[in-house]
């Protein structure tokens, strides 16, 4: 344990030297708390999302939302509330920032044959049931742009249990398009589009 | 000077240099624009010929609702536009000629635009002018976020154009309080990035195809024109008109 402590505060020392902000308070215990569920290089580790990558005021938000409650599902509930309880705005800020400049990297864990259909849907939407494209606020390459998440990459299962967990009316306070876009997913289209996503570098 | 008939009696039109028989049939429309430029007359333009309107169906209020709130999914809850990876446009308050002019021009290829070609190729017409019409009638305040600082720059250009550039005056067409007219689009409240964008990539997005040349050409030599910044000034001035 004390080796995997020593080695995540390395990778840190090696990040504070080209982000400035990030050296002085950075508590390593945040850090340390963070890579037991989402993985040394935070990568992800089923339940939790990668985080490496990530849009840094998305995270941001994310982070305070714990904390206000207002992201409210079961997960959310049982490990991030409690984890984001005491990160002040500025500590949520120097975390997301780090965590923004890691290398995200593919989770590829989707259905192969499904990747076209959902290709299909986020880019263009369905436009008779009146579904809309995903790509033109995620990015083309499910790349995201300030608070709007990056999606490409992100664990088939994360991305099929969020897209379901919207529908169900968890995290209902949320920035609006999203709870009533995926709300009228059916389950085959998050399917779809969850294996695309997984797959997007 | 394209080929034609000896005897075809049509008036010669000449857009962006090139001649074309004015349709007869299918023209629905002729707006004479006249700029006392120091050059010429700007040139006469005519819409590109309406879709076939086979599909005059009428539209259910539930259709059009749900309709409705897909557009407003992107375009926000009052058309007041939404930055998204991509700005989204203000729709609110916008001509409906123009409305129902870019919807058709994203399904015949005249106006490139992936996504909107995907989301307007299914409308009817009866859907198109339903939906500009409603969209018309709104009138929520800008959504705003444009550098207030640029405003005063962007205000003079509007009003006297740059002479020694050959730029007009917005307002000429566009209106004094930017609320355009017919197929000339509404700039009042536009998001300033999303002007930024069009204006900068006018001549790959607009006009796409030589056969069907529509009233996007008229703003080509004016887009061409203009740096950077002072569409940024403009932008930023119209972005905050109510």
């Given amino acids: 344990?004390?080796?995997?402590?020593?080695?995540?505060?390395?990778?840190?020392?090696?990040?504070?030297?080209?982000?400035?902000?990030?050296?002085?308070?950075?508590?390593?215990?945040?850090?340390k708390n963070c890579t037991w569920c989402h993985g040394t290089s935070a990568q992800g580790y089923e339940p939790a999302p990668?985080?490496?990558?990530?849009?840094?005021?998305?995270?941001?938000?994310?982070?305070?939302?714990?904390?206000?409650?207002?992201?409210?599902?079961?997960?959310?509930?049982?490990?991030?509330?409690?984890?984001a309880a005491n990160l002040s705005p500025n500590t949520a800020r120097e975390l997301a920032i780090y965590l923004s400049a890691l290398p995200p990297k593919a989770a590829n864990d989707g259905d192969n044959q499904l990747a076209a259909i959902g290709r299909t849907l986020y880019e263009e939407g369905n436009p008779d049931s009146n579904t809309v494209s995903c790509a033109v606020c995620h990015g083309p390459n499910a790349e995201g742009i300030r608070q709007i998440p990056r999606l490409g990459g992100l664990s088939y299962y994360y991305l099929k249990r969020k897209l379901t967990q919207w529908g169900e009316g968890y995290h209902a306070a949320a920035e609006r398009p999203m709870p009533r876009i995926a709300g009228k997913l059916s389950p085959n289209e998050i399917e779809a589009l969850a294996s695309y996503l997984s797959f997007v570098k | 000077m394209r080929s034609g008939r000896a005897?075809?009696?049509?008036?010669?039109?000449?857009?962006?240099?090139?001649?074309?028989?004015?349709?007869?049939?299918?023209?629905?429309?002729?707006?004479?624009?006249?700029?006392?430029?120091?050059?010429?007359?700007?040139?006469?333009?005519?819409?590109?010929?309406?879709?076939?309107?086979?599909?005059?169906?009428?539209?259910?209020?539930?259709?059009?609702?749900?309709?409705?709130?897909?557009?407003?999914?992107?375009?926000?809850?009052?058309?007041?536009?939404?930055?998204?990876?991509?700005?989204?446009p203000r729709l609110a308050g916008q001509q409906t000629e123009y409305f129902e002019n870019q919807l058709r021009a994203f399904v015949e290829g005249r106006r490139q635009n992936k996504y909107m070609h995907s989301a307007a190729r299914g409308l009817s017409s009866t859907m198109r002018m339903a939906l500009a019409t409603h969209f018309r009638d709104l009138n929520p305040k800008p959504l705003g976020g444009a550098p207030r600082n640029l405003a005063a720059m962007g205000k003079k250009i509007y009003e006297d154009g740059i002479p020694e550039t050959n730029v007009p005056a917005c307002m000429a067409c566009h209106g004094g309080e930017a609320k355009g007219q017919k197929e000339i689009p509404r700039l009042a409240g536009q998001l300033n990035d999303y002007m930024l964008n069009k204006l900068v990539n006018w001549n790959k997005e607009r006009g796409q195809d030589p056969a069907k040349p529509d009233i996007s050409a008229i703003m080509l030599p004016t887009a061409h024109n203009l740096t950077k910044s002072q569409i940024a000034a403009v932008a930023a001035y119209v972005g905050y008109q109510q």
């Fill in chain 2, 7 to 88: 005897d075809d009696r049509r008036p010669l039109i000449n857009v962006m240099g090139f001649w074309y028989r004015q349709p007869i049939l299918r023209l629905m429309k002729v707006s004479c624009i006249q700029l006392a430029l120091q050059t010429a007359i700007l040139a006469i333009v005519f819409s590109a010929g309406r879709a076939e309107d086979t599909d005059r169906v009428r539209v259910s209020t539930q259709t059009l609702q749900a309709k409705i709130e897909y557009c407003e999914t992107c375009h926000g809850v009052s058309g007041q536009g939404y930055r998204g990876f991509f700005p989204m």
């Fill in chain 1, 1 to 31: 344990m004390i080796k995997f402590v020593t080695s995540k505060i390395a990778v840190l020392a090696l990040v504070a030297s080209a982000v400035p902000s990030l050296a002085g308070n950075m508590e390593t215990v945040s850090i």
């Fill in chain 1, 50 to 83: 990668r985080l490496a990558g990530q849009r840094q005021q998305y995270t941001v938000n994310q982070l305070l939302s714990f904390r206000k409650h207002t992201r409210d599902n079961p997960f959310s509930k049982q490990y991030m509330w409690g984890a």
